[in-house]
């Protein structure tokens, strides 16, 4: 993950510096400090990301956290306290705080679900929905909520779709082949009752119910009567999703929670050292 971490801050910090941040040298490289400040309610998530920004631009940059991932937090704490040099900490500024407020804005989008289905034995699903890049980085981000990774990508998980039915000319040809892969798990996206009943047939252990109505939600976990686990997605909200894990299915998943983010308000305040 370190690895990762590092070459995501590289490759940020060559878009935002270039051939160098013509505005911070014009200060004096004088020592000077910074706290970072949160200005409203969240989950904050990103430590790893804000803190290699600043090493990057200077290892002597000394960061002294007073909150850690997954924390719930209260406008107007002070996270983060920071010591270094001017000019890295003024180049750094907007890059650490884009990954931070990014990712807690993604944390505390998770927790607001997780917290909303906590009193059933549902699990809130994040998607590949997310921000191109950033896609591992939200999945932790996620997991920080309180909430659980659906596969990572196309390679460590099976969903088969209509399409895939299609191409393969059978559902249980398809789903004995997908058996035999070695991989997370396997998936069956149905659209109706009917194909639901024809994934069970088959033998599916566990079914995506794409687009379900609440009605038809409940109908499909009285019919699945515990055989395979049922997944709910598509159409459900901060408003609903209550509503939707009351019927009894084991997953829900939600793209909003990693593509409609909105960044956490985050601030530093500076001071030279006098």
């Not at 400040?37 to 090493?55: M, Y």
């Amino acid at each position: 993950m370190d690895h990762f971490i590092s070459d995501m801050v590289r490759t940020a910090l060559a878009e935002d510096l270039g051939t160098g941040d013509v505005t911070a040298a014009l200060i004096a490289d004088e020592t000077w400090t910074a706290s970072l400040i949160t200005r409203e309610a969240g989950v904050l998530c990103g430590r790893a990301w804000f803190d290699e920004t600043f090493h990057q631009l200077d290892p002597g940059v000394r960061l002294t956290w007073h909150a850690d991932d997954g924390a719930r937090l209260a406008p107007g704490t002070i996270l983060c306290d920071l010591q270094g040099p001017a000019r890295a900490l003024l180049s750094g500024e907007r890059t650490a705080l884009n990954f931070l407020q990014t990712l807690s804005g993604t944390a505390t989008a998770a927790r607001r679900y997780a917290d909303a289905v906590a009193h059933t034995r549902t699990r809130i699903l994040d998607t590949r929905k997310t921000l191109p890049g950033l896609r591992r980085a939200q999945k932790y981000a996620v997991r920080c909520g309180g909430c659980t990774n659906h596969r990572m990508g196309l390679y460590d998980g099976i969903l088969i779709k209509e399409n895939h039915i299609a191409a393969a000319g059978s559902l249980s040809g398809l789903l004995e082949r997908a058996r035999a892969a070695e991989v997370a798990f396997v998936e069956i996206e149905v659209e109706t009752l009917d194909q639901l009943d024809e994934a069970l047939a088959a033998g599916g252990r566990r079914i995506l119910l794409d687009n379900f109505t609440l009605a038809d939600t409940r109908d499909a976990v009285a019919l699945n009567a515990g055989r395979a686990q049922l997944e709910a997605s598509g159409g459900i909200t901060l408003d609903n999703v209550a509503a939707f894990a009351e019927t009894g299915v084991d997953f829900i998943s939600i793209g909003d929670i990693t593509k409609n983010l909105r960044a956490l308000d985050l601030s530093l305040r500076f001071a030279p050292i006098r």
